[in-house]
């Protein structure tokens, strides 16, 4: 209960070549998702923000989508680059000071 | 928008010596600060939380403490590090309701 599951959990693309990333949630009550980008090494940065009301939201090449019944969130990548190598974690807030974190899924893209 | 300051960068330590990783805040007041733990290939382990100074919340028993001295200053210590403390440590911050989270850098931390 009140946890955050992603799929796959590691990815290989070709440059160019579109892909998704899946995320399932079971924390309650809900209010938002968000999608971060960590390169190696590095910290998480926010990607997008997903409410209750939204379904589709896009930024850029990317492209989240959120179904609050069946609590499941997507993060489409269209034309992909290198630069988009990176673990793309799904993260849910939790009470006021809690944040459930995705394990996330790790993409590689290979020229 | 907040900055995130942690230090240093990457830490090799022997098994059974003192830690402290410093974290500090700039551009907000009254932030809500946090410490993770990544392991390879997991997901972001919260470990602590503080709302406010000397205000620490621990998620999970281990061998790490932390302390909120001032309002955007947030340590992570440990007095003997074991090597199951090995990981990368993230410090990271909320405000008020924005749930936006702002990450430091993160912390390698080797423990030999």
């Known amino acids: 209960k009140n946890q955050v599951e992603q799929s796959p959990q590691s990815l290989i693309i070709l440059e160019g070549k579109n892909c998704t990333l899946q995320c399932n949630y079971t924390v309650s009550p809900f209010s938002n998702l968000r999608w971060y980008k960590q390169d190696t090494g590095r910290g998480p940065v926010s990607l997008t923000i997903?409410?209750?009301?939204?379904n589709t939201k896009s930024n850029g090449r990317y492209t989240a989508t959120l179904d609050a019944d069946t609590k499941q969130s997507s993060l489409h990548i269209t034309a992909s680059q290198l630069s988009d190598s990176a673990s793309y974690i799904c993260?849910?807030?939790?009470?006021?000071?809690?944040?459930?974190f995705g394990a996330g899924t790790r993409l590689t893209v290979k020229p | 928008s907040q900055t995130i300051h942690q230090w240093p960068a990457t830490l090799v330590q022997p098994v059974g010596s003192p830690l402290s990783l410093e974290c500090t805040v700039e551009?907000?007041?009254?932030?809500?600060l946090y410490w993770y733990r990544q392991a390879a290939g997991r997901g972001l382990q919260l470990l602590f939380y503080s709302v406010g100074i000397g205000q620490i919340s621990s998620e999970v028993p281990q061998n790490l403490s932390a302390s909120r001295p001032q309002d955007r200053q947030f340590i992570l210590s440990s007095k003997k590090l074991l090597l199951s403390d090995s990981g990368f440590y993230l410090c990271a911050c909320t405000t008020g309701s924005n749930t936006e989270a702002f990450f430091g850098q993160g912390t390698r931390l080797t423990v030999v």
């Open positions: 551009g907000t007041s009254n932030p809500n």
């Open positions: 993260v849910v807030p939790f009470n006021n000071n809690d944040m459930r």
């Open positions: 997903m409410t209750f009301s939204e």
